[in-house]
């Protein structure tokens, strides 16, 4: 089980990605961006990790989603493979029209995450990058999606956050009520009951509907702004979580990571 | 530029014309020695060579008598971009600290940016991966004069600082934040950066042995040179004047964590190819003096010389030698190696990596040769431009500055106690100088990389876990107080390195190294230098009686292995309170082991370790209420602050403790607050003062709580208060039971069984969490 | 009277943000027989209802202009471009953060209370080998492929 993390210049979270592919017990290996793109179809599912490619220029993942790779990557979704957008993974992700992925499959771009605005009872109190621990709750049943296989509908997962564009807006008629009902927001922004609260600290970023997680239709392509791989060992968690006393443990992140695995087990 | 023959104001004259800031007697001494009239290129590198920032002329000779650099887990001290210490037999922590304050003020974006930029530079070219980065800022009063000013360099400063570290990647892990009016001119802007590397995979900034003899290559890799920075050495040794803000923006660089980012990335390939091949090649950061800074240094400190060709040197246009000589442009590096690597190495940069497609102009390009000779000699478009003995061009100048005490006069306030101490606690806790700094920290990625243990906000000190499958942690805190700076200059120094120590200990670390930035007036000026020996004296004092952490047997000091002067800190209006800032790095065998400092469980008691003194000179409770500095500035009683230090190490290594936190600004008061409020601010706290040593002897209330003596709050975990007072004991502690976690959200501090404060904990929160936005806003 | 200064900011060093848009339409779209080049310049309209306004632009320039790294110039009720290019103005369509942050900055912090709003805007300056016609529909071409993401920002042809 062979997996490419992506490596766009700028791209800066590979590193804690790769361990986290290799320590659920895939393969993994970094991809650089100028590598013959042809060499992807060897690989069975692929991950775009966090950062700044190409320095966010214009605007978050669009240079990136314009490299040939990318449209390598579009012919591996096609056959089902699955794909993980991280952070600006996702930014990419929906850069490049492979989320939330069009009926028609045009590549037409239906979303753009935008700068985070937070607001609070009807104010503006921040603007721009905010990096904390959110809480996020699953919002597809079991096996919808890829990389949340194994998580059921309504768990709850504490995860960092760290971006400055993340706030999912749409002009698109219907596509926000399309996601709701067929099951693609993978994960909400909530409180740490599960409660989705729209508005800030909760909301962490302006994100309509409080949408941090979306698939495409077939499942296997998923975006995601918050960084699993930033709490895939329980140490790593916040001092006021009482699972960071056991250091030993996973963190509550590896089960996307996880899900990866199964999906591709079960899809084999 | 003719010298020989001319007279002090024809020389003066035609220096400055030229943009050159050394003295007539520097140049003449260089015409001396050259036996002729130095170029205009030539003036040029000696000029940014033996400016302040390279030389170190005016601090070298204190820095050499007083700092102690050398100890058993020293593994190179102060002798090139970084220092290293030893973590365990295989790893070791690299550090780097400096300033930026110049650039910072007059532009604070690029000029906070590109001190990030440089000093990560400073330790990836150890051949370290660079794992977190620190923070230390002062600004000016946010409410004072200049306010409007001061905000602006505020949040320009904090900008720079996330936009560079996030793109690029690295964590900001620690850091403070000072407001006072003596900055109001001029911010602080000081950078730290810390890295790891494995023992034998260090790599030096020289070239290295047979390089001459061999005609290994000069290699300039990164961003196409240009005019940038050009002079910035030499301003940051100059006074600020407002009027010069125009011509000084000039001298600001233009950083790009992007092009950094997939540098660093070449760069771990190169090492990689150093290791495989079995060749040690030499490898240096171009900063401050840019190219023939690192040139220069890398020649000499291998004892050859070399031959540059500038025609060779990728460039963005086209400047004359002397620009590109010493422009600061951002983002390059420098190798030496062997003309075998040569194509594997261009390869790296300009094909897996590249660098044309990533950044216009970049790219990596031979532009030299080392030889055995001992000339520094640079051509460009046929004619030799500089042709300079290396040695005596790297080597500098010293100066012997005059020092004069500065006497100012001190006096301890009279005034009655307060009769409100909830008004007065809040309004303490929501000083720009206390209030929580998450308003800052929430811009910095501190989760980047996924080392993050304890970040900031969590406890006195952050703490990374760099490798995965080793169980050592590296911890990470700095420090410097003004205020006691201002009332004395020693014991300013003194302290800092003494809280730095105690914050890292407070989650358990063992203190392993230190580093120093300096950062006072103009040193010509004998008051201003008289303050920088002070401090130095104060900061070797501390290292020396606080001993490293099992050598004290043998009394080893901590060690001092980098660090920075940053002089002309100063305008019209004055210069900066005396401003030695500690950055202190502790070792953490088993980083499970570190705990923080919120409050962890109703019921669990309370220590307080460190009595309280009348020393509230340069305390908040005296600034912010009484609106005086006072006299009585806290002194490090080195004996009781070594023991505290190391039983609160002990402690936490046998697992006696739930949380901890160092008693500093706002004194104790302000520390068990701190506790209660902090994430999740699940639990309120009652305090009894008649356990406060100090009380007995009938000290005042509002000494007793805000005096900022040094001390520990020491929150015991259920069943370990026994041993936690035994263990205190055999360090010759008294420890104080002052009170417990209470399920009550409420800060309830009693004295004579009379309640003298009881706060509302949201209330207090709200004070806590608003009061730096607003300063900022 | 309410008048709108108009600051059209550009970068004296390269651009690097403009040599990738360039790099991407020529080695990623297949711009390159068409395009020959890409500036941009960053555009502030700021309306006020009071004061000289040379002097306030004057005054803005100074707050909003990075002196170290960019030129400007500015312009009183009214835009022009230069021949030579076709300008692309693209600016959000959704609520812009920053522009209410600035406005706020001028009025509150520096004490501009009479700047009524403000607007800000990317103009990108594309330089085409071919004629004007063909140029302005290959800038829509490009606009839509590349400069804009239309669920948040709008662009236009400024000429």
């Known amino acids: ?268 | 530029m003719k010298i020989i023959g001319l007279s002090d104001p024809e020389v003066e004259a035609s220096l400055r014309n030229a943009g050159i800031g050394m003295s007539v007697a520097e140049a003449r001494s260089i015409a001396e020695v050259l036996g002729r009239d130095p170029t205009l290129t030539e003036l040029f590198c000696y000029d940014a060579m033996w400016s302040e920032h390279c030389s170190y002329k005016s601090s070298r000779a204190t820095l050499k008598e007083f700092l102690p650099t050398d100890g058993p887990n020293v593994v190179m001290g102060p002798v090139e971009d970084s220092g290293i210490v030893a973590i365990d037999e295989r790893w070791c922590v690299v550090i780097s600290h400096e300033s930026h304050n110049h650039p910072s003020q007059i532009l604070p974006n690029e000029g906070a940016a590109t001190g990030i930029g440089g000093i990560v530079r400073d330790v990836n070219c150890m051949g370290a991966t660079v794992i977190a980065t620190a923070d230390p800022l002062r600004f000016g009063n946010p409410y004072g004069s200049k306010a409007s000013k001061v905000r602006w360099v505020a949040e320009g400063v904090v900008d720079g600082i996330w936009q560079y570290g996030n793109a690029l990647g690295v964590p900001n892990m620690g850091g403070d934040i000072v407001f006072n009016d003596s900055f109001d001119d001029n911010c602080l802007v000081n950078v730290v950066s810390i890295g790891i590397v494995q023992r034998d995979q260090i790599i030096r900034s020289r070239a290295p042995p047979l390089a001459g003899e061999r005609g290994y290559d000069v290699i300039l890799i990164g961003k196409p040179t240009d005019a940038s920075g050009l002079g910035g050495v030499t301003f940051a040794s100059e006074a600020l004047r407002e009027e010069d803000e125009e011509t000084n923006r000039g001298a600001v660089q233009i950083p790009d964590p992007f092009l950094k980012n997939v540098l660093f990335k070449a760069n771990a390939d190169l090492f990689s190819l150093t290791r495989e091949e079995g060749i040690e090649i030499g490898f240096k950061d171009l900063g401050g003096g840019g190219f023939t800074c690192a040139t220069s240094e890398m020649g000499s400190a291998g004892g050859f010389g070399m031959e540059i060709n500038l025609d060779d040197m990728h460039k963005a246009d086209d400047f004359p030698a002397e620009v590109l000589s010493i422009a600061e442009t951002q983002e390059r590096f420098l190798i030496v190696s062997p003309p075998e690597l040569r194509e594997k190495i261009l390869k790296i940069y300009n094909e897996d990596w590249d660098l044309p497609n990533v950044y216009e102009g970049a790219r990596a390009s031979v532009v030299g040769k080392i030889n055995t000779g001992d000339r520094f000699t640079v051509s460009y478009k046929g004619e030799i431009v500089c042709d300079v003995p290396i040695q005596h061009l790297t080597q500098g100048i010293r100066y012997q500055r005059e020092e004069k005490e500065r006497i100012i006069s001190l006096a301890e306030p009279e005034m009655p106690e307060p009769e409100d101490y909830n008004e007065v606690l809040l309004k303490i806790l929501s000083s720009p100088n206390i209030a929580s700094r998450e308003h800052v920290y929430r811009y910095y990625d501190t989760e980047v990389m996924g080392n993050a243990v304890i970040r900031p906000g969590e406890a006195d000190a952050g703490l990374i876990a760099p490798v995965r499958g080793e169980k050592f942690g590296v911890a990470l805190a700095v420090d410097s107080n003004p205020f006691y700076g201002r009332i004395s200059p020693y014991w300013g120094g003194a302290t800092a390195v003494a809280e730095a120590m105690r914050n890292v200990a407070a989650i358990g670390a063992v203190p392993s190294t230190l580093t120093d930035c300096l950062n006072y007036g103009n040193p010509e000026k004998p008051e201003a230098f008289w303050e920088f020996r002070e401090g130095v004296k104060g900061l070797a004092e501390s290292c020396k009686k606080l001993y490293l952490k099992g050598y004290e047997d043998q009394q080893l000091p901590v060690p001092i292995v980098s660090g920075n002067v940053s002089f002309y800190n100063e305008s019209p209006q004055g210069s900066v309170d005396p401003s030695p800032v500690v950055a202190c790095v502790g070792i953490m065998k088993d980083f499970s082991k570190a705990i923080t400092m919120e409050l962890k469980a109703a019921g669990d008691k309370l220590f307080l370790i460190g009595p309280r003194f009348d020393e509230l000179g340069g305390s908040e409770y005296y600034r912010t209420i009484l609106g005086v500095t006072g006299a009585n500035v806290p002194i490090v009683r080195f004996d009781l602050e070594r023991n505290m230090i190391y039983a609160v190490i002990d402690a936490i290594e046998e697992g006696l403790l739930a949380a901890a936190h160092d008693i500093s600004n706002g004194g104790l008061a302000a520390s068990v607050a701190e506790m209660a409020l902090t994430r999740p601010a699940k639990f309120g706290v009652e305090l009894d003062l008649d356990n406060v040593q100090g009380s007995d002897n009938g000290m005042r209330t509002d000494k007793i709580l805000f005096s900022e003596s040094s001390g520990f709050v020491l929150e015991a975990k259920p069943g370990k208060e026994a041993r936690l007072v035994e263990l205190l004991k055999s360090y010759n502690l008294e420890p104080m039971l002052i009170g417990k976690v209470s399920n009550k959200r409420r800060i309830v501090m009693s004295r004579a069984g009379n309640a003298v404060a009881d706060l509302e904990l949201d209330g207090a929160r709200n004070a806590w969490t608003t009061g730096l936005a607003e300063a900022m806003r | 009277m309410s008048q709108k200064i108009n600051l059209r900011v550009w970068l004296k060093i390269p651009d690097a943000e403009a040599a990738t848009v360039k790099n991407t339409l020529i080695r990623r779209l297949g711009f390159g027989k068409v395009l020959a080049d890409v500036k941009k310049e960053r555009l502030f309209s700021i309306e006020v209802d009071s004061g000289d306004p040379q002097e306030m632009a004057r005054a803005f320039a100074k707050e909003l202009v990075n002196e170290n790294k960019e030129s400007h110039i500015a312009l009183i009720d009214e835009l022009l471009f230069e021949e030579g290019y076709v300008p692309v103005k693209v600016a959000l369509h959704i609520e812009d953060g920053e522009a209410i942050s600035i406005r706020e900055r001028l009025r509150s912090r520096l004490g501009f209370e009479n700047v009524v709003d403000v607007k800000k805007a990317t103009i990108w300056k594309l330089y085409f080998k071919t004629l004007k016609p063909e140029a302005e529909a290959a800038a829509r071409e490009i606009a839509e492929k590349l400069l804009i993401n239309p669920h948040k920002d709008t662009y236009e042809i400024m000429t």
């Open chain 1, 1 to 268: 089980m062979k997996i490419a993390v992506m490596q766009f210049p700028g791209t800066n979270c590979e590193f804690e990605t790769l361990v986290a592919v290799k320590t659920v017990g895939m393969d993994g290996e970094l991809f650089r961006w100028n590598r013959s793109a042809g060499e992807l179809s060897g690989f069975d599912g692929f991950v775009i990790p966090g950062g700044f490619s190409y320095q966010d220029r214009l605007r978050a993942g669009v240079i990136a989603s314009k490299e040939p790779v990318m449209n390598a990557l579009k012919e591996e979704a096609i056959k089902g493979k699955p794909i993980i957008g991280i952070c600006n993974g996702f930014q990419i992700l929906v850069e490049s029209g492979l989320l939330p992925g069009s009926v028609n499959g045009s590549g037409k771009v239906d979303m753009a995450l935008a700068q985070n605005v937070m607001v609070s009872q009807g104010k503006i109190v921040r603007r721009g990058y905010y990096c904390d621990w959110v809480n996020l709750r699953h919002d597809a049943p079991s096996k919808r999606c890829s990389a949340s296989f194994i998580i059921e509908r309504g768990a709850l997962l504490k995860v960092p956050i760290a971006h400055g564009e993340g706030n999912l807006v749409t002009t698109t008629p219907g596509l926000i009520e399309k996601l709701n009902e067929e099951s693609q927001v993978v994960f909400r922004y909530c409180d740490k009951n599960g409660r989705i609260i729209n508005e800030f600290p909760f909301n962490v970023n302006g994100s309509t509907e409080s949408i941090a997680a979306i698939c495409n239709e077939q499942g296997n392509v998923l975006g995601m702004m918050p960084h699993p791989e930033r709490a895939f060992f329980a140490w790593q968690l916040p001092a006021f979580d009482p699972r960071k006393q056991r250091p030993d443990e996973p963190g509550p992140g590896r089960r996307v990571f996880q899900s990866m695995k199964r999906y591709i087990e079960v899809n084999a």
